[in-house]
């Protein structure tokens, strides 16, 4: 049996995850990720960026890197399958530039890498498999106290879930299961070796139940989408590429214009997947226990929602540079992570996060039941609504900027003041 102390624990080594332990890692505190599976793991390949996630970026410091491989998007083109309209819809503030020019669609894998690359080696044991979280009173405070299955103890200060949507860390804190919205996402990345020749703009589709688009994410690659009701075959569908390929374009897109069928023809097979839309209720996440003594969550852990304001990891982005700077200010307040104050620090990056991370889940859900909304008259004038006058509006949520880190002092300046 083998026994560690760290600082800080975190589970899981995704968008939330990496992107925490670079916020620790700036208050020069050293977190240990503790990732199940054996390498760094992109579920889809690309994800859209916000200007939110890129001013988050840039308080960890790597948002230059992403914006020097991947340029903004200015124009959404939305058509109405059935009526052949199409409609222009601008995704930049008027005169915006720099992080805020636009949303920046980037490399799944690229993002993880870039934040990882931040890290010190052995930042992140990989295939570590949790048994059991317990927590332990040492000294007046709580320690969190996580057992490995391969009998590793390890003892920390603080706990960070950021476990995705089954996580661990939520239910252990007693937060409601997810729950399935009924709805299905297709995502795939097509490649064109000769290139594209699509123009920088973004292409979404309306129909009946169904909303779908795609995107050039350099001169060959092209990221797609396709949201549906989902299927009763989405299940046996999901175990082989080759059917939901077969599937999407001969059931679900067929009266689609070509340019999109086209694109879905050039998909990699290796990077097709089918995905149910998880969220948690708002009421969940509101009322629910994001923390619990020195253990809390970020990310889908704490946040589960649909993708249809493509917000959970911008969302997730956000939440690594709140927990760090309230982190850090207890830090430069008690001269070090001192396990007395930390429970109230965490209750402030909580009482911070979850009425926006709320109202971008419920958004989510609500954007999603619109813009696939069925038939009826009503839904379709709604949906016309949706994206002649909402859209434009909810530029304040995607132009949010959570903060920066705060500047810590070195470890020999907070032992001075200690000693003062
Ligand atoms: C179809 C679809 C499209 C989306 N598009 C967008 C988009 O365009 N823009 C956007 O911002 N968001 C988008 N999202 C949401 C986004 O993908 C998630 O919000 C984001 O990945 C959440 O990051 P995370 O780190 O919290 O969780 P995850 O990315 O799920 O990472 C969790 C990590 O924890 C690990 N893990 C899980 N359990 C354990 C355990 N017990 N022990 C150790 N490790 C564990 C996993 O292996 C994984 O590495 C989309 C989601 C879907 C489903």
């Not at 760290?6 to 968008?15: F, L, N, Q, R, S």
């Not at 916020?23 to 199940?36: P, Y």
């Not at 009924?182 to 995502?187: A, D, K």
């Not at 132009?399 to 500047?407: M, S, T």
């Amino acid at each position: 049996m083998k026994m560690m102390e760290e600082e800080v624990v975190i589970v899981g080594a995704g968008i939330a995850g990496l992107a925490t332990a670079v916020a620790l890692q700036r208050l020069g505190i050293r977190a240990l990720i503790l990732e199940k599976s054996p390498g760094l793991r992109a579920t889809g390949s690309a994800i859209t960026l916000f200007p939110n996630a890129l001013l988050a970026l840039d308080a960890l410091g790597v948002a230059h890197k992403l914006t020097s491989l991947y340029a903004p998007f200015k124009m959404v083109l939305v058509t109405n399958v059935e009526t052949g309209a199409t409609q222009e819809i601008s995704l930049a503030g008027n005169g915006a530039t720099g992080l805020r020019a636009g949303p920046r669609y980037v490399h799944r894998k690229t993002l993880l890498e870039v934040l990882a690359d931040e890290l010190p080696s052995g930042a992140i044991r990989f295939s570590s498999h949790i048994d059991a979280i317990e927590t332990q009173s040492q000294e007046g405070s709580t320690i969190a106290v996580i057992h490995l299955s391969d009998g590793t103890i390890i003892k920390s200060k603080i706990l960070i879930g950021c476990d995705g949507v089954h996580s661990i860390v939520a239910r252990w804190l007693g937060l409601g299961e997810p729950v399935n919205s009924g709805r299905s996402c297709v995502l795939g990345l097509s490649v064109f070796p000769d290139g594209h020749g699509l123009k920088q703009e973004v292409r979404q589709f309306a129909d009946v139940g169904l909303r779908a688009g795609f995107v050039p994410i350099n001169d060959k690659e092209v990221y797609w989408f396709l949201n549906c009701i989902s299927s009763p075959k989405g299940k046996i569908m999901r175990a082989d590429p080759e059917v939901i390929q077969r599937e999407v374009l001969e059931n679900y897109v067929k009266d689609f214009p070509e340019i999109y069928k086209d694109t879905i023809r050039h998909c990699d097979l290796s990077k097709l997947i089918w995905v149910p839309l998880m969220f948690r209720y708002p009421w969940g996440i509101v009322f629910g226990n994001l923390r619990k003594g020195n253990i809390t969550v970020a990310g889908d852990a704490m946040h589960p929602m649909t993708p249809d304001l493509g917000h959970g990891g911008c969302a997730a982005l956000e939440d690594a540079v709140v927990l760090g700077r309230h982190i850090g200010n207890s830090i430069i307040k008690n001269g070090g992570l001192v396990p007395r104050a930390i429970a109230q620090d965490l209750d402030g990056y909580v009482q911070e996060r979850k009425w926006r991370v709320t109202w971008l889940a419920t958004g989510s859900y609500l954007s999603g039941w619109i813009q696939q909304g069925g038939s009826n008259w009503w839904k379709k004038i709604l949906r016309d609504v949706f994206y002649k006058f909402l859209i434009p509006k909810i530029r304040s949520v995607i132009d949010y900027d959570c903060g920066k880190l705060p500047i810590v002092p070195s470890s020999s300046q907070l032992d001075s003041k200690k000693i003062e």
